[in-house]
């Protein structure tokens, strides 16, 4: 029994098709499978079905893609199965989701037809290995005086505020500069979703989570970030950390730096002017003489190079002492 060549050839061409849509639906991230193992990628959006993937590269920016999901069925499903691969469900009553998948990417998906016409979601996508200082100087985001002055201040116990719009190099500065931290150190972190990467073994990673209902009542508490840095500080850490400072937990944390331990935090300001005008107001409130417990502030931008968007530490500011005339 003979098989024409050619015929062999294209039924193993088919075969092998089959066999890789089958892996990428089943095993792989369906349409996006190949964008998410590009480590170039830095954001994956869907704005709806029949609208195509926008992409960020950080060699190329903004991309247009030709991947599109064909009907809203299709889209739907895909962001059903993207909040359970993060261990959440997405549904009429909880319509918005924030989650980190298995490799590490931050999802942020909404529902169609509740909060948003179509379903929607945006994937951050993170280094499996997070960068280092070397990494930072390497790519002129930090000098290197800046460098040795952060690995002064760590090792000596400052206090530290990494200020920045979104996408300026917050938490990627954070992570990065938290090598500085000696080893023997035991540090909390405190996030709505998982960012923070630290190489030391001495960690607590905490998150916040969303009360459990029922059809009838609610039967579990919310677990917001007051109630995780309220629990962070009876466990006797020598360093907090809070991925985004944007409410009462402000006041905790403060209080923590005033009782002696070290902290850092992230929080969106553009300017030292914005920054405390955010501190001072609601929903924070912090009362000015607290500002004196944070020893530096840093602030991080976005900036536009010859055509080309790179993230670069503008600022490093100390606080000696409040002036009670300004």
């Not at 903004?62 to 962001?79: G, H, P, Q, Y």
Request: charged residues 25%; hydrophobic residues 35%.
């Amino acid at each position: 029994y003979f098989i024409n060549p050619c015929k062999y050839l294209i039924l193993k061409k088919i075969k092998e098709k089959n066999y890789y849509h089958r892996c990428r639906h089943f095993l792989g991230d369906n349409k996006i499978d190949i964008l998410m193992k590009d480590e170039g990628i830095e954001d994956i959006s869907s704005d709806g079905h029949q609208v195509p993937i926008f992409i960020y590269h950080k060699k190329y920016d903004a991309i247009t893609t030709n991947i599109k999901f064909d009907d809203e069925k299709e889209l739907n499903s895909f962001v059903v199965r993207l909040a359970q691969i993060c261990g959440k469900q997405i549904s009429i009553y909880s319509p918005i989701v924030d989650g980190k998948l298995p490799d590490g990417s931050r999802l942020q998906t909404t529902l169609a037809r509740t909060v948003t016409k179509p379903s929607t979601f945006t994937i951050r996508k993170f280094k499996e290995n997070p960068l280092t200082p070397i990494d930072l100087i390497g790519f002129q985001s930090i000098s290197l005086d800046m460098a040795a002055y952060f690995w002064l201040a760590i090792e000596k116990g400052a206090s530290i505020l990494f200020c920045g719009g979104t996408a300026s190099g917050k938490t990627t500065a954070l992570n990065a500069l938290s090598i500085f931290i000696p080893e023997q150190h035991k540090i909390v972190t405190i996030e709505d979703t998982r960012e923070i990467n630290l190489p030391h073994k001495n960690w607590i990673a905490g998150t916040t989570r969303q009360g459990f209902t029922t059809t009838d009542e609610k039967t579990g508490k919310d677990i917001d970030m007051f109630d995780l840095i309220r629990a962070a500080l009876r466990q006797r850490p020598k360093v907090v950390m809070v991925g985004e400072v944007r409410g009462k937990e402000a006041y905790s944390l403060f209080q923590a730096m005033a009782t002696g331990h070290t902290s850092y935090a992230t929080v969106h300001a553009s300017d030292i002017h914005t920054l405390i005008q955010r501190l001072e107001n609601p929903p924070i409130s912090l009362p000015r003489t607290l500002l004196t417990s944070l020893d530096i502030i840093v602030f991080q931008k976005a900036v536009d190079i010859n055509g080309k968007m790179v993230r670069r530490m503008t600022s490093i500011s100390e606080i000696v002492k409040l002036d009670s005339d300004t």
